[in-house]
T-cell receptor
């Protein structure tokens, strides 16, 4: 099986700072990783994904880093804005299996 | 059209009621999912439909009955629910040959 954990339940940052949210997974056969953002009262919103054949992927203001050696991934948000305040989940999957396993979530609080 | 829609947005039902949750997508996705999310917890997988056939049932009680009438629609029929079934019910879909799951806004269910 797979278990996924996040390192911090809450992360508080100032507007304009860079934010880093971390996630650890247990199964070395996991090969697809997704970050979701969930705002209050809404469904999870896809942010960025990465496959195990990569160690870094960049999007708009977001970067995902994957370290397969220690089974760790992180989401970096540049120039964090108040609109980034939400709960962030990492989710992990093995190719061929349809079950996403979610981490426990980190609440990002951005203060002006 | 690039979204998953869910109706109703909110639902209150008694333990003897029968109700249905609906999910729709018109993105040509061939896998659809039901998740349950309790407050301050990550989503938990309930059911997966792949090409309109049930492929995963995560040992969900029979008072929850999924149905996939066609490739765009997914229903969740509810009967004789318990108060502990109160939660946010999320639908998701994923494209053919891709594992990325895209979520709807959810139905917030309260069982009295």
């Amino acid at each position: 099986g797979e278990s996924v954990g996040l390192h911090l339940p809450t992360l508080s940052v100032q507007e304009g700072d860079n934010s880093i949210i971390n996630c650890a997974y247990s199964n070395s056969a996991s090969d697809y990783f997704i970050w979701y953002k969930q705002e209050s009262g809404k469904g999870p919103q896809f942010i960025i994904d990465i496959r195990s054949n990569m160690d870094k992927r960049q999007g708009q203001r977001v970067t995902v880093l994957l370290n397969k050696t220690v089974k760790h991934l992180s989401l970096q948000i540049a120039a964090t804005q108040p609109g980034d305040s939400a709960v962030y989940f990492c989710a992990v999957l093995m190719t061929g299996f349809q079950k996403l396993v979610f981490g426990t979530g980190t609440r990002l609080l951005v203060s002006p | 059209d690039t979204e998953v829609t869910q109706t109703p947005k909110h639902l209150v039902m008694g333990m003897t009621n029968k109700k249905s949750l609906k999910c729709e997508q018109h993105m040509g996705h061939r896998a659809m999912y039901w998740y349950k999310q309790k407050a301050k917890k990550p989503p938990e997988l309930m059911f997966v439909y792949s090409y309109e056939k049930l492929s995963i049932n995560e040992s969900v009680p029979s008072r929850f009955s999924p149905e996939c009438p066609n490739s765009s629609l997914l229903n969740l029929h509810l009967h004789a629910l318990q108060p502990e079934d109160s939660a946010l019910y999320l639908c998701a879909s994923s494209p053919p040959n891709r594992e990325t799951q895209y979520f709807g806004p959810g139905t917030r269910l309260l069982v009295l």
